[in-house]
């Protein structure tokens, strides 16, 4: 069991290498002072864990990297990375909120509002006039919704092969329901 160290020493035993004791130093003495932090200044018990974990590491990084100038000065760095952090999602909040504002009606739009009514028997047709293994990709990979992998290994092809299959098969689709690719 070593001494305990001060926050100066602690900063410069990380700083001087993979102190993995340090490290976890470290942890235990800012993490719940970060998280409370995070509960006053975010009101969210999430948001409190996510700022902590992103502080801790913006601190690791920093000792790691020698850019903390004044080590005895770890808590004030810490405390500063808080600030910071918070006011960044608290800006990225409101960046998000303006473009859902201005945005927010065309996501929430149907995607598809601009499309022509689909002639389901016209598919049918044109799906059933496809070579046999062309039929079997399209219908497991968008019916069925299996992966590449999945397809290629039902099929005993490679994965590359169900792209090419899959892309050749769609551009017939289109041909033949008379839509413009």
Known sequence: MRKELSDGELAVQIGLGSDAEAEGELYRRMA?????????HLRDEQAAEDLTQQVLMKT??????????????????????????????RRNTQRR?????????????????WL??????????????????????VVMTFYDEQTGADVASFLGISEANVRVIRHRAIQQLRDCMGVAG
């Open 60 to 89: 690791l990084e920093a000792l790691r990297a020698g850019r903390l100038q004044t080590p005895e000065k770890l808590a004030s760095f810490v405390l500063g990375t808080c600030r910071i952090s918070v006011l960044d999602l």
């Open 97 to 113: 909120e303006r473009l859902l504002e201005k945005f927010g009606a065309d996501l929430t739009a149907p995607a598809q509002a």
């Open 116 to 137: 022509p009514p689909l002639d389901h028997d016209q598919l049918a047709r044109c799906v059933q006039s496809l070579r046999e293994r062309e039929r079997s990709v």
């Open 32 to 40: 719940p002072r970060i998280r409370l932090y995070g509960l006053r």
